[in-house]
């Protein structure tokens, strides 16, 4: 499991939430809970039909990622899940938009793409955790392209 000491502060809430877990069918459900809350992307984002460049690679639920600028640098993260059956996508895409939006971008530029088995475990067929991996690689390439364009303007103490 990740070290949740260097995750942005609600990724380390859910991982730990679903860490205190360890009945199969009690994460499920959170898992399902988590998919209810997934929230489509706003029609000033993205409108369908959704351009291919945004599609995550390899994802059977045909999932897309964008990235909003903040007026601060950071980003906003927003995702459509086309497959109505996509649940473990959709659950992803939660956990994503609510943990990782607003926080710092060297933050999730760093995240490893193992933070998919914290969450689903090692349970998930071989095709969906490779979706799944390639939904969280997207945001990291988003991330890391705000770092590249100076997305991020931190407050300087000011120091008397």
């Known amino acids: 499991m990740a070290e949740t000491a ?4 609600k990724l380390a809430e859910t991982l730990d939430l679903l860490a205190l877990m360890p ?7 959170l898992l399902i809970d988590l998919a209810d809350r997934f929230v489509d992307v706003p029609e000033r984002v993205a409108q369908r039909p959704f351009s291919c460049d945004d599609r995550v690679p390899a994802c059977e639920s045909e999932a897309y990622v964008w990235a ?3 007026p601060d640098g950071r980003l906003d993260f927003h ?11 959709k659950s992803f895409a939660a956990i994503l938009r609510e943990s990782l939006s607003g926080q710092p971008l060297e933050q999730i530029a760093a995240l490893s793409t193992d933070l998919v088995y914290d969450v689903y475990g090692q349970e998930l067929s071989m095709g969906k955790s490779m979706g799944l991996m390639a939904m969280l690689q997207m945001v990291k390439a988003l991330a890391k392209k705000g770092i590249a364009e100076g997305a991020v303007r931190e407050e300087v103490p000011v120091v008397s």
């Open 79 to 89: 995702f459509a899940v086309e497959n109505p059956q996509g649940i473990s996508a």
């Open 23 to 29: 009945d199969r069918a009690d994460r499920i459900q």
């Open 6 to 9: 260097t995750l942005p502060p």
């Open 68 to 70: 909003e600028r903040r």
